[in-house]
């Protein structure tokens, strides 16, 4: 019977979100560029998120470009391999007037896109206003404020740059996303 069969495949789809609901998963947050690519890790189990890791991938100004790309597709590489993340959250570039600036940004944000793509994971890119709107509440926030709401959502995080501090933002971006959107589908199927 055709339509038993339609929906018993929707009870399996239901439960399998409502087990994603449920789950831990593990989000590595960059936020990508030539001389600073910030990184940070995150668990979230939907309701609650925890602090990993996080840091910041240092290239010289004074290296030649392939060299500087090279040395953060490692950092990448080896962060992904050491921390395991189910998926990626990616900041967006943005750049508002120089040409170059904006080559040279679109150069570093491709690694954490090429290392999730070699590690099978999936990516999500984020716009800095949706992450800033989805960690302060407000689309224009400043870096002070995002790093006061970072430290708040993630208590035990202890960062020294604001690249760190936006990658853990990004990541938490991800993290709300990700639970509302099972969280509806949860609603919708009952």
Known sequence: M???ARRAREDDSVRAIRANANMIIRIAGFDPGLARTGWGIIESDGVRLTHIANGVIATKAAMPLGERLAQIHRAISALLAQFSPSTVAVEQAFVAKDPVAALKLGHARAMPLLCAAEAGLPVAEYAP??????????GHADKAQVQAMVRHLLPRAQFEAADAADALACAIAHAHLSSTGARIAAALSS
């Open 129 to 138: 206003n949706h992450i800033k709107k989805s960690i302060v509440g407000v």
């Open 2 to 4: 055709p339509g038993v």
